[in-house]
């Protein structure tokens, strides 16, 4: 609650966004003049229709970019802080799917380059402002001279799931692609330009609230009184920690900076909302804020292959099979004399090079990130590739199909010199939320042969 806004009237400034909303958006509500936000994209307010039914091939995995609402930014750091949607019920399934928003640099027709990206929510029906940009990759800079910048959504769901966020074809023109056919939007500098329908004739029902100035996510609260008690609420993400904070005087420093407030601090979270009771107190004013981030790195899954191949399995796609695999065991040369830890380890032919035509895999058992906001992939590799036509690639797998969700790294050649080398990177948002596999592949071209790739101590902590 802020102090002077009519708790008879939902929008107490009348500038048309609840005092909720503003207050998620870190604006005054009693201030028409106030938040002080640029809106990317036409927003909620869209009288539009649920897209195309789904027909299990060509409306799964959808990404739209409003390249008619687009908005120029000058040169400087902004903040995405929240974002707002108009949305029908999956028609898939009448309830709910996963959508993640991002924002691009416009480099020129139907390409992008992506400068923020946000968490995955399941959308809900209706119009919803202020939800919460969320992540960690939600402040950008644009460069000197300054550039035009679009909005986006993402749905990362698996084949046959119909984008619920409503549209009309009437008017605007939004660059459109379905799974087959476009680049995955979850990952700062990616370049977008794959797209069915580059120029496509109509708008989406949804915008992102930017603001100058790096400054940080404000989460939104629900607050209740229930008899001598107040109930605070908050989203929460598998893999945070947070904390109370509280003042009576606004005045007494940032937020950051205000005392942890009845020893409520290092609260775990329960995805997706958690809720803190405790009795009303006497002030007759009193702030709170809630404090995230990050907890110690927890293992959801690891695998140091001392116990064999376990859920592991190993695959060949190439027109040679047998040549090339991936074997488990103790390596030796040409490749790795010993294994980082214990005895063994997964590697491309363990005890001789790799042959040419190779196309083949190695795909980890079924992780669970179905209520992770944030995970990262580690593992320790020792690799002796051929430089430019031959090369690795990681890829996060869908575990009900096999489908690709996304491609976490390509392009993977060259050599460690020799030694073990210790690997950790950011999985996409398009892992988030997934029961999913981790892929690593080894292509090679018809001719030459090298020591190949070796892995060991595989692990997937959140966050």
Known sequence: MTAGTDPNDPDTDGDGRTDEQEIALGSDPNDPNSPNTIKIGFGANLAGVTDTQSDGSSNEMRQNINITDTVFLDAGTYTALSWEYNAGADLTNGGTQPTFPFLTIVNGPANHTVIAFGDTIDTEPGMQFAVPFGGENNVFTVPEGGATIAAGIQNPSANGVTNSILTDTSFGSTDHANSTNF?????????????????????????????????????????????????????????????????????????????????????????????????????????????????????????????????????????????????????????????????????????????????IWLRSPAIDLSLAGEATLNYSEFRDIEETFDSGEIRILNAADNSVLAVVNSGIEGTTMGLWENISTKLPASAMGNLIKIEFRLMTDNIGDFPGWYLDDVSVTIP
């Open 183 to 359: 680049s995955e939007a979850g990952s700062l500098g990616a370049t977008l330009d794959s797209f069915g329908f580059a120029n496509l004739s109509r708008t989406y029902a949804f915008a992102i609230d930017v603001k100058p100035g790096a400054s940080s996510n404000k989460m939104q609260l629900d607050v209740d009184q229930v008899g001598g008690d107040l109930v605070i609420s908050w989203p929460s993400v598998l893999g945070k920690l947070y904390n109370l904070r509280s003042e009576t005087d606004l005045s007494n420093g940032e937020p950051v900076t205000w005392p942890i407030y009845d020893g409520n601090q290092d609260i775990v979270a329960t995805p997706t909302t958690n809720t803190l009771t405790f009795p009303l107190p006497a002030d007759s004013e009193r702030y709170f804020v809630i404090e995230e981030f990050d907890a110690p790195p927890v293992p959801v899954f690891e695998d140091n292959f001392e116990n064999g191949q376990g859920g592991w399995a190993t695959g060949v796609d190439d027109t040679n099979p047998g040549d090339t695999n991936w074997e488990l065991g103790s390596p030796d040369a040409p490749g790795p004399l010993t294994a980082p830890s214990g005895s063994n380890c997964f590697g491309t032919n363990l005890t001789a090079n790799y042959q040419p035509d190779a196309d």
